[in-house]
T-cell receptor
């Protein structure tokens, strides 16, 4: 069965420090992986996705994510955190062998960046 | 820019009422989705539609139905609202592009309280 795990409910980091939000996945075919961000009382905004190619994917707002097939991970990273990055982050996966377009979402990780 | 709008940001309904949540997208997307978001559970798919009048059940369809009479509009119906349907409801849409590569675009969400 397809699944996504975000092992941390919350990540705390000081402004200016690098941040990592972790995501691991399980699919039967090739994984298509996504990161979304949700600011308070807003819908989800797309950050980046991995379909194929370079394992390091760059996205919006200076975020990037590294696809690691052997560790079945797709961690979200940013070299220098901003207070405005504080939000709820969701990882999602789609099984590439499926044609339904459905995504499976993780439970979300709250990122708190302190000044 | 893709725009997905939802008819209400906040709704308060009574147990047993029939509730309609409306979603409209302006980018001619074939795929549309309804999710509910609950703390610690991430997003769970209720229903999705890949064309006008076409629909498929998601992971938690019980107590819900949907309607898609026009391409741009996807409605979620709670036939008889119950308190356990109190939640944030998110609508999304996407193009059917390269299989698995479709980015879903989200509306701002409707926070429903059932008393």
């Amino acid at each position: 069965a397809q699944s996504v795990a975000q092992p941390e409910d919350q990540v705390n980091v000081a402004e200016g420090n690098p941040l990592t939000v972790k995501c691991t996945y399980s699919v039967s075919g090739n994984p298509y992986l996504f990161w979304y961000v949700q600011y308070p009382n807003r819908g989800l905004q797309f950050l980046l996705k991995y379909i194929t190619g370079d394992n390091l994917v760059k996205g919006s707002y200076g975020f990037e994510a590294e696809f690691n097939k052997s560790q079945t991970s797709f961690h979200l990273k940013k070299p220098s955190a901003l207070v405005s990055d504080s939000a709820l982050y969701f990882c999602a996966v789609r099984d590439g062998s499926s044609n339904t377009g459905k995504l499976i979402f993780g439970q979300g990780t709250t990122l708190q960046v302190k000044p | 820019d893709v725009k997905v709008t939802q008819s209400s940001r906040y709704l308060v309904k009574r147990t047993g009422e029939k509730v309609f949540l409306e979603c409209v997208q302006d980018m001619d997307h074939e795929n549309m989705f309804w999710y509910r978001q609950d703390p610690g559970l991430g997003l769970r798919l209720i229903y999705f539609s890949y064309d006008v009048k076409m629909k498929e059940k998601g992971d938690i369809p019980e107590g819900y139905s949907v309607s898609r009479e026009k391409k741009e509009r996807f409605s979620l119906i709670l036939e008889s609202a119950s308190t356990n349907q109190t939640s944030m409801y998110l609508c999304a849409s996407s193009l059917p592009g390269l299989a698995g590569a479709e980015t879903q675009y989200f509306g701002p969400g409707t926070r429903l309280l059932v008393l």
